[in-house]
């Protein structure tokens, strides 16, 4: 019944989601100037020079976006992907986009998450955003757009795990000049805010 519906002002007033005044935690830095979107949508629609996958060790599809991403791509994706010896926690291997709009594939491995081991699935998810933008990187660079890495089956906090991709992206960018492009792919509402309040902490003026 509708009662059992949450409101949206219980949707987005929930206080654990970050407040967009917080203080950045970089400073202003006008190379990154238009580097940074974020972006509602089904990431099997983004054309963009490379999409990140949050896959597993297989790399042999899965539910979720993987799942999405196999079908969308049609089955020479896996045909790809059976050649590549699967991957480990942390590690991301590139394939072609098949019919995708996106060029090309990076699939990254998130961690599980573990609360028990928290700094452990932290460096791991970073892993994840840093060997993404590698791969990137590696073949030519231009635009990416992840998907929000191991927030979904993997149970990593939405919160955390946004610090984790902001501060890793910001960190490698700064340096890197050949990724014109960084695009959030947020699936739900609450992603998106989740997203929208934390970017400028990493991203200010941006
Ligand atoms: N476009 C963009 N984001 C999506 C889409 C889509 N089409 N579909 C789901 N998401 P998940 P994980 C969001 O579970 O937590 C698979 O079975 C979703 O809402 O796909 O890393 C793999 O094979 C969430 O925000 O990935 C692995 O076994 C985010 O994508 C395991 O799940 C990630 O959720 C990986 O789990």
């Known amino acids: 019944s509708p009662s059992d519906i949450p409101t949206l002002a219980q949707l987005y007033s929930s206080n654990d989601i970050p407040s967009p005044e917080d203080k950045p935690k970089y400073p202003v830095d006008d ?78 491995v998130g961690p599980i998450y573990s609360k028990l081991n928290s700094a452990r699935s932290a460096q791991q998810l970073g892993s994840c955003y840093q060997t993404s933008l590698e791969r990137c990187n590696e073949c030519g660079g231009g635009s990416i757009g992840f998907s929000s890495i191991s927030t979904g089956v993997y149970g990593y906090p939405i919160i955390d795990a946004t610090h984790i991709a902001l501060e890793t992206t910001r960190k490698f960018l700064e340096k890197d000049k050949s990724i014109s492009r960084v695009v959030y792919v947020v699936f739900s509402a609450k992603d998106e805010k989740v997203y929208r309040s934390i970017v400028p902490e990493y991203f200010p003026g941006s």
């Open 31 to 108: 190379s990154l100037n238009g580097r940074i979107s974020i972006w509602r949508g089904d990431i099997t629609k983004l054309k963009a020079d490379m999409i990140v996958n949050a896959a597993n060790s297989s790399l042999l599809g899965g539910g979720g976006v993987d799942g999405a991403i196999h079908r969308a791509a049609g089955p020479e994706l896996l045909d790809e992907c059976e050649t590549l010896g699967g991957a480990k926690t942390g590690e991301t291997k590139v394939t072609k986009g098949y019919e995708l709009p996106a060029a090309r594939i990076a699939h990254t």
